[in-house]
């Protein structure tokens, strides 16, 4: 890779990191890598939910890899199918709750604006 003056770019680069969402450890949530930006697979049998919570200062995208969800976002619920990528605010409160067996992807990154 070149910089813009086209001289190399001597920018450390991270190793490339690999998991599979089966691999993963933990109920309904299991961390998939270390650093940032957070990245978790959620999984939840149908009619399992989590109580509402908040992800302060964090921009969420969910991915729904299999299943459908009802995801309640502040006042406002969203159903979710598999393959739908949903992007939202932290700051509010979010409650997902599975209509059928559900597993999904959430990449949790810290905002860098204010809101």
């Excluded at 599979?20 to 959620?42: K, S």
């Excluded at 067996?101 to 905002?111: E, F, G, H, P, Q």
Aim: glycine share 6%; proline share 6%.
């Amino acid at each position: 890779m070149t910089a813009q003056d086209g001289s190399a770019d001597s920018r450390p680069v991270a190793p490339t990191e690999r998991v599979t969402l089966d691999e993963l450890d933990g109920q309904p949530h299991a961390h998939c890598f270390e650093a940032e930006p957070m990245t978790v697979r959620l999984s939840l049998d149908a009619g399992d939910s989590v109580p509402a919570h908040q992800h302060p200062d964090r921009r969420i995208v969910l991915h729904l890899v299999e299943g459908a969800l009802s995801v309640t976002l502040g006042e406002d619920a969203h159903e979710v199918r598999a393959g739908d990528i949903v992007r939202f605010d932290g700051n509010q409160d979010v409650s997902p709750e599975a209509l059928e067996d559900s597993t999904a992807l959430l990449v949790l990154a810290k905002r860098d604006d204010a809101v």
